[in-house]
């Protein structure tokens, strides 16, 4: 593993070792051991778009490994000038040991680690989220006790979350269903992809337009904001067209009784959930969100300790 790009080049192994490690980093974080891994290393953070968690969970997960990380708004660096990514890439792999970057093109990010020599982690792209998802998946490991042979029904938009999820459930043998309405679906290379990672895993990729159908016995219901970064000036035609897939009280009772709640966050309450499944006993979002520490650390200890 030199990068963290996308869950879809991870195997099931590498997946589940990043999950023990993650689990492993956290006891030891809430015990007060500290583990300097990362002791005089520096990831820079490019953001081109908006982030808490992950701006937040990234640096305090430097400081906790003993190293530093540099906020870099591609606003104000040369690269939002218009400076290549190519030459951004040589010249930060000379100052830096990695590079964490959020931003809208996913082949920026390829580039990013083609030109440079330095580990590069997706922090979030118009495609994938793949920190997101290790960090998802190691929250239901924490719950359930297991992953393999469980469902995730992921119900709204087909976005970055939808093609991560996809990704990270079939690879580790859990049955993932995702309803979106027509023309927002996820893109077919995710869903080849998944269904070949099921064929090895052994699990299942369904496909719909019905929520009822994805939802159906499933021990994980996953949504996400029906409008991404981005995508602002849609709002109101998607608020429309996404009602169908609201995760309210009624459709959640399709899962199963003890079915977890996730959602990435940002939620907008009363669009893609309402108060009473996100804000309720079965959701599980505070704890899903602490976990993007220390899944993410222990993407930076594989990636980067000597
Ligand atoms: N879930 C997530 O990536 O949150 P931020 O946009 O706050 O980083
Ligand atoms: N799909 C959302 C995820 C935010 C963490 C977006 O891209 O804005």
Known sequence: MNHLISLNDLSCDEINELIDLAIKLKKDNKEGKTHHYLKGQSLGMIFSKSSTRTRVSFEVGMYQ???????????????????????????????????????FKHSDVVELAEKGSIPIINGLTDDEHPCQVLAD????????????????????????????????????????????PDGYT???????????????????????????????????????????????????????????????????????????????????????????VIDGPNSYIFDEAENRLHAQKAVLVKLMAK
């Open 65 to 103: 490994l003993g190293g530093q990380a540099l906020f870099l708004s591609s606003n104000d660096i040369q690269l939002g000038r218009g400076e290549p990514i190519s030459d951004t890439a040589q010249v930060l792999s000379r100052f830096l040991d990695g590079i964490m970057i959020r931003t």
């Open 137 to 180: 998946l190691q929250t239901i490991y924490e719950h359930k006790g297991t992953l393999k042979g469980l469902k995730l029904a992921y119900i709204g938009d087909g976005n970055n979350m939808a093609h991560s999820l996809l990704h990270g459930c079939s690879k580790v043998g859990m049955d993932v269903a995702v309803a979106s």
């Open 186 to 276: 996820c893109g077919e290379k995710f869903v080849n992809e998944a269904k070949a990672a099921a064929e090895i895993s052994g699990s299942k990729v369904i496909m719909t337009s019905d929520p009822i159908e994805a939802i159906k016995d499933a021990d994980v219901v996953y949504t996400d904001t029906w409008a991404s970064m981005g995508q602002e000036a849609e709002k109101e035609i998607r608020a429309k067209i996404f009602a169908p897939y609201q995760v309210n009280k009624e459709l959640f009772a399709h899962a199963k009784k003890d079915a977890m709640f996730l959602h990435c966050l940002p939620a907008y309450r009363g669009y893609e959930v309402t108060e009473d």
